[in-house]
């Protein structure tokens, strides 16, 4: 039976439902080239503007990705499965393991492609109040990393330290040794025994689009991880903007 609604709709959503259907059905698989403009036009004798509605649809709805000068694809997923748990168990980083080692992402490596570290920077009213500290100029530690998979960006994360357990450590320098961070911490007597992680989802900002290469329609998650020791300070903000096609978060945990 013929839905009488859907003779109300706008033709281009009409398309952009029957396009869905199909890549749902797998009739357009992930990495399939979509019908381009021309093709729709015909099939469906509708303007060049309806055609590129349709398309647009599908391309906000995070289900397909235009290739400059190739069309339109149906959006492939291979996430990079981030494991929130076990990445930050001091038995992985204690053993000389980058945190970031424990996300899987099959075959394929997650590296990083940018990296900045400015020893003693104004900390700012929102790191101060988090980290403890007695005022907005105190200075922090700020690590700012960018992580690549696939020859894409997927991850750029900011790290806060208080500058003063920073300060003359390999925490200052690019390349912190085994373990990162947290083992580095640990052996300055500030190891970190507790974690907490703030989540949430929004639309991108233009900084935040270029720096990650974002299609167009794709949110980005919001991962902000305070590190405290065993007497409750607060030893690190990480601040990470994650490419939301890119990442499945997985937790695993007993009741």
């Known amino acids: ?34 019908p381009g403009e021309n093709d729709l036009m015909s099939t469906y004798d509708v303007a060049r503007m309806t055609a590129r509605q349709a398309l647009s649809v599908l391309r906000n709805e995070g289900l397909a990705e235009a290739r400059k ?13 981030r494991r929130g748990i076990p990445r930050l168990a001091q038995g992985h ?13 099959e ?17 700012g009213a929102r790191v101060a109040r988090i980290l ?8 922090v530690c700020v690590r700012s990393r960018r992580f ?35 083992a580095r911490l640990a052996e300055l007597g500030h190891r970190p025994v507790h974690f907490r992680e703030e989540i949430r989802c929004r639309m991108p900002t233009a900084e935040e689009t270029a720096c990650l290469s974002l299609e167009f329609g794709t949110p980005v998650i919001l991962i902000g991880r305070t590190a405290l020791t065993e007497a409750g300070v607060a030893v690190e903000l990480n601040e990470m903007t994650l490419d939301s096609a890119s990442y499945v978060l997985e937790y695993d945990f007993d009741a």
């Open 148 to 182: 690549v998979l696939d020859d894409r960006p997927v991850l750029f994360s900011v790290s806060y330290l208080p500058a003063a357990l920073a300060e003359g450590t390999a925490i200052t320098e690019p390349d912190t040794g085994p373990g990162g961070t947290y």
């Open 1 to 34: 039976m013929t839905d009488p609604e859907s003779g109300r709709r706008p033709k281009y959503q009409r398309i952009a439902d029957e396009l869905r259907t199909a890549i749902q059905a797998g009739t357009f698989a992930p990495g399939d080239r979509l």
């Open 93 to 105: 980083w204690g053993s000389g393991r980058s945190v970031w080692s424990a996300d899987v992402a």
């Open 132 to 139: 403890g500290l007695d005022s907005p100029d105190d200075p």
């Open 69 to 81: 000068g190739a069309g339109v694809f149906v959006r492939s997923f291979r996430p990079l499965r």
């Open 107 to 123: 075959d394929r490596a997650l590296v990083v492609d940018r990296i900045e570290v400015t020893a003693a920077a104004p900390a």
